[in-house]
């Protein structure tokens, strides 16, 4: 793999298509995936991006960009006014096109020093998104993270297997991914599992048993629907729907997601979100999941007055 130091002009990117009605923002900590060559990596959606991967394989190349938290800083007042004025909120999603906590973080520590940068000025709401186990070392930041803004911690786990046929190992193990789960929820911190993209799995009632009891939510996404294209055409280029026939009939369809929704939402009432919508904090049937929430209000923090950490966050 090659790795690089880099400089970023704007770590704060504002968000279209996709995830407009996600977040009013997007960051990357890095440019690329150590992951990229794991069973999420065959996966990742990110790898039919040509802009960033830059004719370069996935999974060979990992930019970190040593200035993202002083990039945040430079840019958070402005690009918070502008986003209250024209999204109602200051919300980043963190991230949607890299893993924010690869091996490499423990060497550069970027998205540490992100999050700290966003204890001193933080968003309104912040969605943490990785595919690692390695989240949980985060916690007593994040918890810190959670006094001052609306956190939610997303951890993906696509399937009960720790080896799918076909498919290269996890990037990060089944069962420390659950056990990360846990310890985050047992922190107080609002957590979701996302089985996304979701594979074929072998003991739904299970499965979805365990995410009950390890997370506040779950949200399922099939790569139709969540790859960005019309079908999950991008996809179904890939060996990813051949190896899932293979092992599940029938589990490259949608059909395949909405009996996995059936059954989650048996086990997690008004706790389930599909796709989109579920990365928005927003269940089956169109409402916000129920919420934990601690520290200030949303009203407080909408208000943008006062001081955090010892910095002023208004406008």
């Given at each position: 793999m090659q790795i690089s130091v880099v400089d970023i002009g704007k770590v704060l990117t504002r968000t279209s298509g996709y995830l407009q009605t996600v977040a009013s923002h997007s960051l990357q900590p890095y440019r690329g995936c150590a992951l990229g060559h794991s069973l999420c990596g065959v996966s990742c959606y990110v790898q039919h991006s040509r802009h960033i991967t830059r004719g370069r394989t996935w999974g060979d190349f990992l930019e970190a960009r040593q200035n993202a938290a002083s990039s945040y800083?430079?840019?958070v007042q402005a690009e918070r006014r502008w986003a209250r004025r024209h999204r109602n909120e200051f919300a980043i999603f963190l991230s949607s096109a890299t893993e924010p906590f690869p091996p490499q973080e423990r060497r550069f520590g970027i998205t540490r020093s992100v999050l700290e940068a966003m204890v001193e000025h933080p968003p309104d709401r912040?969605?943490?998104q990785t595919h690692s186990h390695q989240i949980e070392g985060a916690i007593p930041l994040l918890k810190r993270l959670a006094d001052v803004c609306d956190l939610r911690c997303h951890l993906s786990i696509e399937t009960d297997r720790e080896r799918v046929a076909g498919l290269p190992r996890h990037g990060s193990p089944v069962e420390r991914r659950f056990q990360a789960a846990r310890r985050l929820r047992d922190a107080g911190l609002f957590t979701v599992i996302t089985v996304s993209p979701l594979l074929p799995i072998a003991d739904p009632?299970?499965?979805?048993r365990r995410i009950a009891t390890s997370a506040d939510a779950?949200?399922?996404d099939h790569f139709i629907g969540?790859?960005?294209s019309k079908h999950g055409s991008r996809t179904r280029r890939t060996r990813l729907p051949g190896v899932m026939?293979?092992?599940?009939p029938g589990s490259s369809e949608l059909d395949y997601r909405d009996l996995m929704a059936e059954i989650?939402?048996?086990r997690m009432p008004e706790r389930v979100g599909i796709s989109i919508d579920g990365f928005a904090g927003r269940n089956i049937r169109g409402n916000p999941f129920p919420r934990r929430f601690r520290g200030r209000?949303?009203?407080e923090r909408a208000e943008g007055s006062g001081k955090i950490g010892g910095r002023p966050i208004g406008d």
């Open positions: 800083l430079r840019h912040l969605i943490l009632e299970s499965f979805f779950v949200v399922l969540g790859d960005g026939e293979a092992v599940q989650a939402e048996r209000t949303k009203a």
